[in-house]
């Protein structure tokens, strides 16, 4: 049988402020990206969120982003490359270390919002990034967005990636996610999430904003967390993979 990771960015809730809905997102998904602090989560809530994980068997990624909790990381910050490393390194050092306290392991790194999107196109980033992975755990694999720059760098250092693709983000024509702010770039509505999903599952592709088709092959696909219809989308995306016989697995 065919098999798809469904991954989600979860433990995002600082203090008092809520982000997300993880209790109704985690029974639906088979990888938690799990964040590490400084663009949203806090010791607490990442201890929590473990222990969720464990609970429901979903294996735990780390989901380090830059120090941006104002702005929930996907502002673009500039960082010399040694103090972007550092940070990197600090974050998986924490989650790894929470982690392994609580009798399991972190499987795999994905870089949060704007460092996502600054690896997905930037040679040097992406460099800064497998380093950093590298000397806290060389063992861990990375995810990232499929076709992208990223994704050649970590072929050619011999680092094992997960190709992601995204359930309720537009895509444009270079295969890059669509910003934000362009109206049309967040998808909200689960049946159109689903079809996408579906496109990409079984015909390696999906279409872009601008209505042209790109190839693409993933492993996982993401529902953020923080997007008010997820659990919609998660049930949407679960009844049209049973379906088409397509079963939901983690790729670790």
């Given at each position: 049988m065919r098999t798809i990771d469904i991954n989600c960015d979860m433990g995002e809730s600082v203090g008092n402020r809520r982000v997300g809905n993880d209790q109704e997102?985690?029974?639906y998904?088979?990888?938690?990206?799990?964040?590490?602090?400084?663009?949203?989560?806090?010791?607490?809530?990442?201890?929590?969120?473990?222990?969720?994980a464990i609970a429901y068997q979903v294996q735990i990624g780390a989901h380090p982003g830059f120090p941006d909790l104002a702005g929930f990381g996907r502002r673009n910050v500039e960082l010399p490359p040694d103090e972007l490393k550092a940070i990197i390194k600090y974050q998986l050092a924490a989650i790894c270390g929470m982690a392994k306290s609580l009798g399991t392991s972190?499987?795999?790194?994905?870089?949060?919002?704007?460092?996502y999107n600054q690896a997905s196109g930037d040679e040097e980033i992406s460099k800064i990034l497998i380093t950093a992975v590298r000397e806290i755990d060389p063992g861990l694999l990375i995810m990232g967005l499929s076709g992208s720059v990223f994704q050649e760098i970590c072929r050619s250092e011999n680092v094992s990636f997960i190709a992601e693709g995204f359930a309720d983000r537009s895509y444009c024509a270079d295969g890059s996610l669509c910003p934000r702010a362009l109206p049309g770039a967040v998808i909200s509505d689960p049946e159109k999430a689903s079809r996408q999903v579906m496109s990409m599952v079984l015909e390696n592709q999906v279409k872009s904003i601008e209505g042209e088709v790109i190839p693409l092959v993933v492993q996982s696909i993401c529902v953020?967390?923080?997007n008010p219809s997820a659990v919609d989308i998660l049930k949407a995306i679960d009844a049209s993979l049973v379906t088409v016989g397509v079963m939901k697995k983690s790729f670790v």
């Open positions: 997102v985690f029974p998904i088979t990888s938690s990206n799990i964040a590490c602090g400084f663009h949203g989560g806090d010791p607490l809530h990442m201890h929590r969120t473990i222990e969720t972190v499987k795999y790194v994905k870089p949060h919002g704007a460092l953020h967390g923080d």
